[in-house]
C-alpha cells in the first residue's frame, strides 16, 4: 500500500513539473520584457549624452552615436554648474534622511510602546498628512518661510521635506514595529532599561531592514523632488540637481547633449545607495505591511 501511495505522488509530481516549469519561464520571460521596457529609456539618455550636437539633430534619437563625446560629461560637470548642484542635493539629503527617520521612529516609538489613550487617533491624524494635496500647501509655506527667512537656505528646504516625509515615514516605522514582541520590552525593563534605552538597544537594532527601505524611499523622494525646490530655492548657488538640470535649457534653444549627460551622472547617487540596502528592502516592506 505504501508502494502504490509513493508511485501516486511520484506520478503527480512529474506531472506538476512540466507546469511549474513553464508558469517559472512565464514569469521570468515577462520580467525580462519589463527589464527591457524600463532600460529603453536609460538607453536612449545614454545615445543622447554621448552624441554631439550635429550628430543630434542629423540622425535619429535613438541611433548610435557617430563618434562617442566623452567630454560632455565633463562639459556639464564644469559649464553646466553640476557639481554645485550635486553638492547641494548631497547635503540636502545626507542632512534630511538621518535626521527625518529619527523623528519618524521616535514618533512610530510612542505611538506602538508607550500605552496612551489616544494613540490610534493619532496616528490616523499623521495619516492626514499624506492625504493633503503638496499644492494647498504652498502658499503658508511661502508665508512662512519668507518670514523667517528661509527661503533658499539649507534649513529652510530640509525643514519643508522632514514635514512632508513624516507621514510616509511613521506609517512604515510603526508597522514594523508592531512585529516586535512586547515581552523583549519586559525583559528589557528588568535589566534595567529605560524608555529610551528600550527605544536604543531592542526596537532600533532590529528595525534595521524598515530603516533600510526608509532610506531608500527617503533618499529617492529628496533626491529626485522638484517642485518644492523649484519653488522655496531662488538662489542659483543654492538650486538642486532637479532644478539645476533647467540651466541646460536656454530663451531659445536646449542643450540635449550635456542635459542628457548630466542626468545620467545624477543617477549615479540614487543607484548607489539603493544598491547599499536593497538587500534589506524586501523585509523592511513585508514587516511594515504585517505590522
Known sequence: MTGLRAQ?????????SPRLLGARIARYAILTVLAVLFLIPVVFIAFTALKSNADLMSHPFYSLPQKLQWSNFQKA?????????????????????????????????????LDFKWSNPMFALFLVGMMVPMQAT??????????????????GIILVYIGFGIPFGILIMRGFFRTIPKELDEAAL???CGTMGKFIRIIVPLSMPAVATLVIFDFMATWNEFLLAQIFITKDTMKTITTGLLSFKGEHSTDYTLMNAAVLMSIIPVLAVYLIFQKHFVNGMSGSVKG
Open 8 to 16: 501516486s505522488l511520484v506520478h503527480r509530481r512529474s506531472a506538476a
Open 77 to 113: 560637470w564644469d559649464q553646466g554648474k553640476l557639481s554645485m548642484y550635486m553638492k547641494n542635493t548631497v547635503i540636502i539629503s545626507v542632512i534630511k534622511v538621518p535626521l527625518g527617520i529619527l523623528v519618524e521612529s521616535l514618533a512610530a516609538f510612542a505611538l506602538t510602546r
Open 138 to 155: 504652498l502658499v503658508p509655506l511661502n508665508i512662512f518661510l519668507n518670514k523667517t527667512h528661509l527661503v533658499s537656505t539649507y534649513p
Open 190 to 192: 528588568i535589566d534595567g
